[in-house]
């Protein structure tokens, strides 16, 4: 069973900055593709962020320049490093994994984890 932990959520002024952590249960170099996505209030679950395991990555065009995707594949941990944060991304950010196993995708999902940021 896949487990999927964030961390680094909380409460920031606007123009400060926050590192998300996700803790996956296995080796992260199984998925096929890691990402960040985000849930504000009223609206539907967005892609904030993506890597791919070939290194491509991808980003909403809203946090384009301010937000970078990493691994740490000896940690078995993705990040999301959030600079000048602005009130709009506040929401519930939660992290992502995909396996394609013949031809069929799983997905997995973390618990979420809140950011805030106030104006």
């Known amino acids: 069973q896949v487990q999927l932990v964030e961390s680094g959520g909380g409460l920031v002024q606007a123009g400060g900055s926050l590192r998300l952590s996700c803790a996956a249960s296995?080796?992260?170099?199984?998925?096929?593709?890691m990402g960040w996505y985000r849930q504000a209030p009223g609206k539907q679950r967005e892609l904030v962020a993506n890597s791919a395991s070939g290194g491509n990555t991808n980003y909403a065009d809203s946090v384009k320049g301010r937000f970078t995707i990493s691994r740490d594949s000896a940690k078995n941990t993705v990040y999301l490093q959030m600079n000048n944060l602005k009130p709009e991304d506040t929401a519930v950010y939660y992290c992502?994994?995909?396996?394609?196993?013949?031809?069929?995708?799983?997905?997995?999902w973390g618990q979420g984890t809140q950011v805030t940021v106030s104006s």
């Open positions: 296995g080796s992260i170099a199984s998925f096929n593709a």
């Open positions: 992502s994994a995909r396996k394609t196993i013949i031809q069929t995708n799983y997905i997995y």
